[in-house]
């Protein structure tokens, strides 16, 4: 069962607009909820009122500034969640068969009723998407609302991971990236879509859009440029005696 | 990563146990009677208490036996197999000696299962791109140097013992060094990390959240890196140097239980630093490397 399949018939996954996410971590709630009375276990926390909370989430937002070689800094929102690769180091690892990845549509999934917590699927994971969960003892990570997308129960626009459904600024986008027709497929080739960490070879599905790059300030934007025209440029008065005086010392 | 106890005494319980196994395998004058008892109780009580060590890192230690399930893609259930199967025959081997009889054959098997062992164990930490000073050749290797030294000093084969003893030690020094390259050798960095390479130089500005989680405690573990140098001489001084000077001294029962107990410290902490000292890419999302 750990065996990874040679082909998934769909490859379902996520593609993240780093350009307009706003980094307001409504999809952090969303996932937070939604996977705390769904799929598994509840992602449980620790010490939620003390000194020192923490707790399992399947989706994080994280902040970086990149610099470019001109021009101002610029800040990119980053969501991070399980990223359903294809040649997913976690899966193989795995001792129990508790991880695999599902030949109709490419979900990486964990069945916790085999997962001994060994943690060693954390471990091979690049991206951080896995987290034990401490309470359960039991690996947790995204199962991109697995019992959401085809679940007939919930009206169609609703049919979508927790985290898609929520975004307000239309981050997050859902589909199958195997179709080079699908909405996902034609962003990700219009944009640029990119794989995290290439270099580790997991073949991530999920694509991340890069920033767009930003205007700068042309000459003809500066409009009113004219009207804070220093008036006089040489000082006048006593200001100007004191500037010729002070000159002369 | 986070040097978690279990897994400390883990590796070097039971590399300790399947080293003296390989040794007593081979032997082709195997000792018999209360000696080979004596000789394979200790064995298996490390590699044994070594094993139940293991099982405490587990988040359902009730479901352990679904750990055989995945040996064709799992160096930790492979693992799981071949410490069985090396322990029982091994015992098959002991039995025959309890009474006199020596089955070569039968102890050549017990050594090669034992060797594969203690090298599917290496590989569990071995497999991980994601740790690049684990992913090398050189982990397996030194597993397999050190559970031949601790074995050889265990059967108290005092020439080989200190040999193999020194040839770890340059091992070990070696991996060290190597070892803290590997990272920049991997190539990935928080710009690969983020895809944000291509539009400057990108720094980790705040963190998804304000407390720890599992991902920080396990895998972004940092503490006492600092004490990193001290640890290493330390380590290298009671794993290698003193036990072989003490093995060069008279009456080898006493001054042989002081160079174990002084290897087996070293080894404890050398194993420590094995954890401690090793970075997992994940830690680049935070700004931790």
Known sequence: MTALPEKTERTLGLVIDLDTCVGCHACVVACKGWNDQGYGVPLSDQDPHGAAPQGTFLNRVHSYEVLPE???????????????????????VCPTGASYKRVEDGIVLVEEEACIGCGLCAWACPYGARELDLAAGVMKKCTLCVDRIYNEALPEEDRVPACVRTCPAEARHFGDLADPESDVSQLVAARGGLDLMPEQGT??????????????????????????????????????WLDRTLGKL | MHPAQSIILFTTLSGLGFGLLIWLGVDPTPPT?????????????????GLAASSFHLGRRDRALKAFRQWR???????????????????????????????????????ALSLATVAATAMIYAQLRTVPRWYHWSTPILFIALSLSGGALLSGRVEIASGLLLLTGALQFWVWYDGDR????????LASATGLGEQGVPR????????????????V????????????????????????????????????????????????????????EAEHVVGLYYGKR
């Open chain 1, 70 to 92: 001109s021009g101002p800094a610029q800040h990119v929102h980053f969501p991070k969640s399980c990223l359903h690769c294809d040649d997913a180091p976690c899966v193989t």
């Open chain 1, 203 to 240: 073949n991530p599905v999920n694509k991340y859009l890069p920033p767009r790059p930003r205007d700068g300030w042309g000459e003809d934007t500066d409009v009113l440029a004219p009207f804070l025209e220093p008036v006089a440029e040489e000082p006048q008065g006593f200001l100007g």
């Open chain 2, 33 to 49: 009677g209360w000696v080979a008892f004596v000789f394979y109780a200790i064995a298996y009580a490390l590699a044994l208490s």
């Open chain 2, 73 to 111: 893609t799992s160096w930790l259930s492979r693992e799981a197999w071949l410490a069985a199967l090396a322990l029982g025959v091994s015992g098959l081997h002991a039995l025959g000696l309890l009474f006199g009889i020596a089955l070569l054959p039968l102890g050549w098997l017990s050594a």
């Open chain 2, 182 to 189: 590997r990272f920049a050798r991997s190539g990935t960095t």
């Open chain 2, 204 to 219: 980790a500005l705040f963190p998804p959240h304000t407390g720890s989680n599992y991902l920080l405690d396990e895998m």
């Open chain 2, 221 to 276: 573990y940092v503490v006492a890196r600092r004490h990193a140098l001290k640890l290493r001489s330390i380590a290298l001084v009671f794993m290698v140097l003193l036990p072989v000077l003490l093995l060069q001294l008279p009456m080898p029962h006493l001054f042989g239980l002081l160079a174990l107990a002084c290897h087996l410290a070293g080894v404890l902490t050398a194993r420590w630093l094995f954890f401690a």
